[in-house]
């Protein structure tokens, strides 16, 4: 019958569409990706609350002192100019000796005497500086030949020769100041340098600056390494932030700036720094303030619509 | 033969009863053994291969070891594809085997080839295997923790490194024996390690270099045997001990002899103890803890075996020092047991409201309580099926069950027997003899046999399209379809056996066959409303269609989902930060983002896993945490009724608290499952191939700026590769000449400054922990120190590093991914509004007329398009089949195209119920969903079937057209309303629990409930009009029949 063929058809065609609905469900069924958050590029709005909870604290651009170092190793020597070899004036025999190793001797105290062979006189043979004997080499009833009796040293003042690497030549100069550590002096020493050697070491390409060193303590002891920093500058910038501010961004060196809509990244250019302040050559002025602690957790705000969890 | 079969069974009821008991203890025995989880299982076929290269970067790990491991796997037999992850000191091969392949197989052949590569590999680095487990497999995370005042034997607190020392040594040897198990990962703590930190300027004073260090270790720590001699009859074993025991010993190991003077390791260096140079930590509530895994072995029982881990735990426990715990945090048991727990209370309840039911309208108890055995009976026999055929048993594959369906068979069964055997009863006036007895239960099975039979039927053949998935998809799906199927063939076979042999049995005395009040009542209130219908026919007809034609429409407006998400009860939130975060970075963020979420009340404990664990079955960076947010009791919250959306915005709330980080909320399961299918899941992946990471990344920006210009593409991502900073020391050769010095030797120095060089073991008892040589922490991170690094020249002295080598921060690649044995790099899109087929033509053609590639790159389009359109090709080729399968198999039932189109049409009003039962509970659409519209199919072709074969009957008896109907349709109704009762309030329960497991089941009984009644409504009040028209010979059909009816 023509009524039932027309009822069936559309029966028939819906019963074929549900089923091609539901079983599209099992064909349609996937993840729904999340919903990306829209992202304003550049700035990073955050509550009082999220400042508190990152632990984000604020510096205001300032001006400072950059103190621009150069560390490097060195040697403790005597100084050479302080030190003094004592011997008789006229040989004879050694008739009597003040001094040995290690004691002090003061300017014009008398080491030992001497009977001249020639003229039998017996003479004094005088300290000529404050010191200490490091060296003897008398007895009684020596002849004195041409030995060294004793040396003296001055130990109250050292030499530090600093190793200096071709690439650090150019920028050490006469008059800088050093600050050298050693492991068995708790108190760093200061000096500075007013010699630097005209001559290369050929075997490690490197070239000796020295530099005096006060050694009242006597801590300092020559032979010793020691670790050394040389004040390179310490000039006074008009822009100066901390270090842990900067961050790497594509390349780009930035720090984040609090401007009224929230953190604002900045790149600038960075000058002079001694590690724990750096000087802004551009882009940033003087009394803008900028997030010093805790600034990678607004690199990682900033990227993290990007990160994700591959395989 | 099912006659036979049905005589056979009431003949031998005894021998049936006596099966079905056997039967029944047969499922019993393998319920106990069937594997139990909450979801299936869609992992595939795959090994990892992770090896371990510390200290090396990206790029050095896919030269030097990923290229090899994947060069020595190519060509293995049966491999579907590989892929490859180079990271920091990481490379992870995963190979892929075609289904079906046997694992351990797949092992062997790697292994052989493994041994190969190795030789070309550097000294020290070794390929291993992942665990032989699924992506299911960590079902049991343990934290060891020590309390405020507990202190080592040494009287120190309990630090990280003390508490993996107990982890590596103490617990996990004895959880790592525990059947079942096939590895105890661990993260979080730091691996006991002596430290000798040189100090570089001492080091320069003696003139001795870092090589010096090690050797002197490796000379002055070892034990040797030195055979035995004989002495007065006896053997005395030489031995001479050499080994240091401890940091004493190591800074007494002499390193050189100066001008007479023994310089030792305490001169140049400071020992003590160390922490690792590590991928990975674990936190916990805010602080760093130390977290153990256990893996379960492939194919397991992961309720026996998290049951048995917890065991030992607790043991072990036993033997830990004073104030230590290993604490269980997350047991996957507690989760199956619950969703177990909550199937089962839906079974029970649903049965005993069948029970209510059948009780209600048989009105005969022993008639009623055998019809609901066969529910018991036929589960345990889907237990037994599960179990032969391998089907996993899981919320999904169990909790679609619908058991209405099931005893449907059966109800009508029963129903007829007892109308047959009260008529005969009351013809003959007496009770019936035996022969009589089951001469009429025979005849009564026979009769309505063929209904249930083609319901059943309809319900498999509806079932096949969902066999035929693929994928991810099928693994999901495949489980459930096979479980409705075996249950339904064990009802059929139970209802040709068991229950005409047990209404023989037990339906023996007088059986009152009286309509009881309710039955009564609907036939009195049916028969002028069958009279209307009739007489309004057409009106009744067209407003049936419209009304499908509405709620058709109303499927396109509702939402649609994969499947119902389980509510595992926890949470799991990834954290991602960028690329480059350092753990510690990582650490710190985790530690607030945990001590903000432990403000919420209702959290009970907060742990995390960051970077990656010591066996790398999920190889993260440290920028990424895994965290998961364990809840107490709903009794314990402060507010037991709040809901979890709620308690998700809270926790949302809370996580905005903490910038810097992303997240992904989601729960442990579901977060293990979306990284095992991540990657792939796109709509459409273009993979790029080729040598360069920068002409790789140059042209992956291009496509997808292409495809951004696409109309429909969403989400266009390029895989992030690059953004770890990475400091290059670069060798300046010249400057090498200079001192003449090789490359190898600024390396070395590099190397074992800021990486460390192992000089050898310190033992402890059992325990063997390294001994590292490495420069300060102090001197390591600071740029400018090591800068200024002494490199020893071979004619004595030194020069500073940057000397020698330049040095450059600069972002790197951040992981290399291959595949198939090439540099690959993923753009994925999304689809949205559009279809997929022409979407993906029109990407290809704008591609190729947009970007051109260098030579030697090549594109590959793959992603779930691919998938899809395979399944809508098998889809749109199976599902009309199945239609004709069905119209086909009502057509040989009724021998009538006409009978057959009258039952099928059923189908659509009945589903039209369960679509607005959907609607109005605010249920997306969704497979379970789909599913509970398969059951209706059946339901709706059973009643159907039952009608129309009613209807014909009458005919064939010679009533006539209207009274054939009118009493046709009388005498089915209460059957009729039987079935619908029984599925409707056996799911009712279902549609109502709240506890967990349910969303998963409630879509499927709410479209069931909505659909019978719907479909009900549809057999007692359309078809019967709809036969009257079909079958109608336009003479007979007059006014005063049409009077007589209305009267």
């Given at each position: 019958m023509n009524l039932n063929d027309d009822i069936k058809k559309p029966i028939i065609k819906a019963i074929f569409y549900f089923t091609l609905c539901f079983t599209s469900t099992v064909a349609l069924a996937?993840?729904?990706?999340?919903?990306e958050e829209e992202h304003d590029e550049g700035h990073i709005e955050l509550t009082q609350e999220q400042i508190k909870h990152a632990g984000i604290s604020l510096s205001q651009v300032g001006s400072g002192n950059i103190r621009e170092t150069l560390p490097v190793y060195g040697v403790i020597k005597s100084n050479a100019e302080q030190v003094q070899s004592v011997s008789a004036r006229f040989e004879g025999?050694?008739?009597?000796?003040n001094k040995k190793i290690g004691d002090h001797v003061r300017k014009g105290e008398m080491l030992v005497t001497v009977e001249a062979n020639q003229s039998l006189k017996t003479y004094s043979v005088l300290s000529t500086?404050?010191?200490?004997?490091?060296?003897r080499n008398a007895n009684i009833?020596?002849?004195?030949?041409?030995?060294?009796l004793f040396v003296v040293e001055d130990f109250s003042t050292v030499w530090v020769d600093l190793s200096l690497f071709p690439k650090d030549v150019s920028k050490v100069k006469l008059g800088q100041s050093v600050r050298i550590k050693s492991a068995n002096n708790p108190t760093p020493g200061e000096g500075s340098i007013f010699y630097i050697a005209p001559l290369g070491n050929s075997n490690n390409q490197s070239t000796i600056a020295r530099v005096l060193l006060n050694n009242a303590d006597n801590l300092?002891?020559?032979g010793f390494f020691i670790n050394a920093e040389i004040i390179l500058s310490e000039t006074a910038a008009s822009t100066v932030i901390q270090s842990e501010a900067v961050q790497l961004v594509e390349g780009q060196t930035i720090i984040f700036v609090q401007g009224e809509e929230g953190f604002e990244p900045r790149a600038i250019t960075l000058g002079r720094t001694d590690g724990e302040s750096s000087e802004v050559l551009s882009g940033l002025n003087a009394g803008e303030t900028y997030v010093t602690k805790n600034s990678f957790v607004l690199k990682s705000e900033m990227g993290k619509e990007d990160a994700e969890h591959g395989h | 033969m099912i006659d036979k079969l049905i005589k056979l069974s009431i003949a031998r009821r005894w021998l049936v009863m006596f099966f079905v008991l056997v039967v029944g203890a047969l499922g019993i025995w393998n319920y106990q053994k069937l594997p139990i989880d909450a979801v299936p299982d869609i992992t595939n076929v795959q090994v990892q291969i992770n090896t371990g290269a510390p200290g090396y970067s990206p790029l050095e790990v896919e030269q030097r070891i990923t290229y090899l491991v994947e060069l020595a796997i190519t060509?293995?037999?049966?491999?579907e594809s590989t892929r490859s992850l180079s990271r920091y000191a990481l490379s992870q091969v995963t190979v892929v085997f075609e289904k079906g392949t046997d694992i351990y197989f797949a092992r062997n052949l790697i292994n052989e080839r493994l041994q190969q590569a190795k030789s070309d590999m550097p000294s020290g680095i070794e390929p291993v295997m992942g665990?032989?487990?699924?992506?299911?497999?960590?079902i049991f995370h343990y934290a060891v923790h020590a309390d405020e005042n507990a202190l080592q034997p040494n009287g120190e607190k309990y630090d990280a490194t003390a508490l993996r020392t107990l982890q590596d040594w103490v617990i996990r040897p004895q959880l790592r024996?525990?059947?079942?198990?096939t590895e105890i990962n661990t993260i979080g703590g730091f691996e006991k390690e002596f430290h000798i930190t040189p100090d570089p300027s001492r080091l320069l004073m003696y003139d001795l270099s870092f090589d010096d260090l090690v050797e002197a270790i490796e000379k002055n720590n070892a034990n040797v045997g030195a055979g035995y001699i004989e002495k007065n009859g006896e053997q005395y074993l030489i031995r001479a001990p050499g080994q240091v025991a401890d940091i004493a010993a190591i800074q007494q190991v002499i390193v050189a002899h100066k001008d007479g003077i023994p310089i030792t390791i305490a001169d140049v260096a400071d020992v003590g103890f160390g922490k690792q140079l590590r991928t990975g930590a674990a936190t916990r509530d805010g602080e760093e803890t130390v977290l153990g895994t256990a893996v379960m072995l492939l194919g397991g029982n992961s309720r026996s075996v998290s049951e048995a881990v917890s065991a030992k735990l607790v043991e072990i426990n036993k033997t830990l020092?004073?104030?230590i715990t290993a604490e269980?945090?997350?047991?996957r048991t507690v989760l199956v047991d619950k969703t177990i727990a909550t199937v089962q209370k839906n079974l029970l309840e649903g049965a005993v409201l069948v029970v209510v039911v059948l009780l209600v309208m048989l009105g005969n108890v022993r008639a009623a309580l055998l019809t609901a055995m066969v529910i018991p009976l036929s589960m345990l026999m889907l237990m037994t099926g599960m179990v032969q055929t391998k089907v996993s048993a899981n919320l999904m594959s169990l909790g679609a069950l619908d058991f209405g369906l099931i005893v449907d068979g059966a109800v009508i069964i029963v129903e007829n027997c007892i109308l047959r055997l009260a008529g005969r009863q009351h013809h003959l006036g007496r009770i019936l003899n035996l022969d009589e007895r089951f001469q009429t239960v025979f005849s009564a099975t026979r009769e309505v046999f063929t209904p249930s039979l083609i319901s059943v039927l309809v319900v498999i053949l509806v079932n096949l399209p969902i066999l035929a998935l693929t994928g991810v998809e099928g693994k999901m799906f495949t489980p459930m379809a096979m479980a409705v199927i075996i249950a339904l063939l064990s009802a059929l076979v139970l209802s040709l056996t068991f229950v005409p042999a047990a209404v023989a049995l037990?339906?023996?005395?007088?059986?009152?066959?009286k309509d009881n009040m309710i039955v009564r009542q609907s036939k009195r209130a049916y028969t002028p409303i069958l009279a209307w219908v009739l007489k309004f026919r057409l009106g009744v007809l067209t407003g049936a269609i419209l009304f499908i034609i509405a709620v058709g429409a109303l499927t396109t407006k509702m939402g649609t989902e994969f499947?119902?998400?389980?509510?595992?009860?926890d949470i799991a939130i990834q954290a991602l930060r960028i690329p480059g975060t350092s753990l510690t970075q990582s650490l710190d963020m985790q530690f607030k983002l945990e001590r903000a979420v432990l403000e919420?009340?209702?959290?009970k404990t907060y742990f995390s896993r960051v970077?990656?664990?010591?066996?790398?079955s999920d190889p993260m960076g440290p920028n990424i945490s895994d965290g998961y947010v364990m809840l107490k009791n709903r009794a314990d919250w402060?507010?037991?009724?709040?809901s979890k959306a709620q308690l998700l915005d809270e926790l949302q709330q809370k996580l905005a608290l903490i910038p810097g980080n992303a997240f992904e909320i989601s729960q442990p399961i579901q977060l293990r499952f979306n990284e095992l299918i991540s990657?792939?899941?796109?709509d459409l992946g273009i993979k790029i191939y080729g040598d360069d990471l920068d002409q790789l990344l140059t042209s992956g920006t291009e496509i997808a700026a292409v495809l951004n210009g696409i109309?429909?593409?969403?989400g266009v991502k390029v895989e992030q590769v690059s953004g770890l900073p990475i400091l290059s020391v670069e060798a300046n050769r010249p400057a090498l000449y200079r001192y003449g010095l090789n490359v190898a030797d600024v390396q070395d120095v590099l190397a074992a400054a800021t990486g460390g060089e192992e000089a050898g073991l310190v033992f402890e008892g059992d325990r063997r922990f390294t001994i590292v040589v490495r420069v300060a922490e102090k001197i390591r991170n600071d740029l400018r120190a090591l800068e200024r690094l002494p490199i020893p020249l071979p004619q004595g002295g030194y020069v500073p590093l940057n000397e020698v080598a330049t040095l450059t921060l600069a972002p790197g690649p951040n992981q290399i991914s291959r595949e198939n044995g090439k540099r690959r790099l993923v753009v994925s899109a999304n689809v949205r509004g559009r279809d997929l087929g022409g979407f993906v033509a029109d990407v290809q053609a704008q591609i190729e007329q947009q970007v051109t590639l260098p030579p030697g790159y090549w594109l590959e389009y793959g992603g779930t398009f691919e998938q899809l359109q395979s399944a809508t090709e098998r889809l749109s080729l199976l599902v009309p089949v199945t239609l004709v399968m069905i119209f086909a198999l009502l057509m040989m039932t009724f021998g009538s195209a006409k009978d057959a189109a009258l039952v099928f049409s059923g189908v659509p009003l009945a589903l039209t119920g369960g679509v607005i039962a959907l609607w109005l509970r605010d249920i997306p659409l969704s497979i379970t969903a789909g599913v509970g519209f398969i059951t209706l199919c059946g339901v709706s072709v059973l009643t159907g079937v039952m009608m129309v074969s009613a209807f014909r009957d009458r005919l064939k008896q010679g009533d006539d057209i209207n009274t054939s109907i009118q009493q046709g349709a009388i005498l089915r109704l209460r059957p009729i309303l039987m079935v619908a009762l029984v599925a409707a309030l056996g799911f009712l329960p279902m549609a109502l629990n709240t506890s967990t497991g349910a969303e998963v089941q409630r879509p499927l009984a709410t479209v069931v409930i909505g659909g019978i009644i719907s479909s009900t409504l549809l057999t007692l009040l359309v078809l019967p009009g709809l036969y009257l028209m079909a079958y109608r010979k336009p003479k007979s059909m007059t006014e005063n029949d049409e009077d007589q009816l209305a009267s």
């Open positions: 996937e993840n729904d990706s999340g919903v025999v050694i008739r009597s000796v500086l404050n010191g200490v004997i490091t060296q009833g020596e002849q004195t030949t041409n030995k060294a300092w002891k020559p | 060509g293995l037999p049966y491999v665990p032989v487990a699924t992506g299911l497999g960590e024996l525990v059947s079942g198990v020092p004073k104030g269980p945090v997350y047991n037990l339906l023996s005395g007088h059986i009152e066959e499947i119902p998400n389980l509510d595992e009860g919420i009340p209702e959290v970077g990656t664990a010591e066996v790398a402060p507010n037991p009724d709040k990657g792939v899941r796109s109309e429909g593409a969403e």
